[in-house]
């Protein structure tokens, strides 16, 4: 994990791992739920930190003794189940902290996906291209599994109908087979 992942973002999936309700929350782990605020000291106050240190003791012990709760598999069913029973009202500085985890590998996984894309398209050949030309070939290639699957003369279509054009798109090239004789 050390090679693929920062420590930051080691430091981050140790802290995020806490929260599972698997195994009767066995990785429940008070002091890297405190941690994980801390890293996000923007999002939790001071005051807010502090009060999460009892939130988080009395948190285990009902979903320990909660039979609902400790049905739950995922970080996702935990959360859902929190909305449902309105637990999240009880303890809403944990469920902040559960959906910070369940958001930071999305956010984080996109960005850095996105990035990638960028330094693929804009070359040192494309450094004068446009914002707006750019954002639209990044949507191209972030998304392209969706785009494999329309049609050249859908896009052609749609080319057409968007404003009348002087010049048209060639219609599909026929192929001439020559007479041998």
């Given at each position: 994990?050390?090679?693929?992942?920062?420590?930051?973002?080691?430091?981050?999936?140790?802290?995020?791992?806490?929260?599972?309700?698997?195994?009767?929350?066995?990785n429940?782990?008070?002091?890297?739920?405190?941690?994980?605020?801390?890293?996000?000291?923007?999002?939790?106050?001071?005051?807010?930190?502090?009060?999460?240190?009892?939130?988080?003791?009395?948190?285990?012990?009902?979903?320990?003794?909660?039979?609902?709760?400790?049905?739950c598999?995922?970080?996702?069913?935990?959360?859902?189940?929190?909305?449902?029973?309105?637990?999240?009202?009880?303890?809403?500085l944990?469920?902040?902290?559960?959906?910070?985890?369940?958001?930071?590998?999305?956010?984080?996984?996109?960005?850095?996906?996105?990035?990638?894309?960028?330094?693929?398209?804009?070359?040192?050949?494309?450094?004068?291209?446009?914002?707006?030309?750019?954002?639209?070939?990044?949507?191209?290639?972030?998304?392209?599994?969706?785009?494999?699957?329309?049609?050249?003369?859908?896009?052609?279509?749609?080319?057409?109908?968007?404003?009348?054009?002087?010049?048209?798109?060639?219609?599909?090239?026929?192929?001439?087979?020559?007479?041998?004789?």
């Open positions: 994990m050390n090679n693929r992942f920062s420590e930051t973002s080691t430091r981050l999936l140790k802290c995020i791992a806490c929260l599972d309700p698997r195994d009767s929350f066995s429940f782990d008070h002091d890297k739920l405190v941690e994980l605020a801390n890293i996000y000291s923007i999002d939790f106050s001071s005051q807010e930190r502090y009060l999460l240190t009892d939130q988080l003791n009395i948190y285990i012990d009902v979903m320990k003794r909660s039979t609902g709760f400790l049905a598999d995922s970080l996702s069913s935990l959360a859902l189940k929190l909305v449902q029973s309105r637990q999240h009202l009880v303890f809403p944990v469920y902040r902290l559960i959906r910070l985890a369940l958001t930071l590998p999305v956010a984080t996984a996109s960005v850095e996906r996105v990035f990638s894309a960028m330094n693929i398209i804009k070359t040192d050949l494309r450094n004068k291209m446009g914002d707006d030309w750019l954002n639209d070939l990044m949507v191209c290639f972030v998304e392209r599994e969706i785009f494999a699957e329309i049609s050249d003369k859908e896009i052609m279509v749609h080319f057409h109908a968007l404003k009348n054009r002087r010049g048209h798109l060639p219609p599909e090239p026929r192929v001439h087979y020559a007479i041998m004789s």
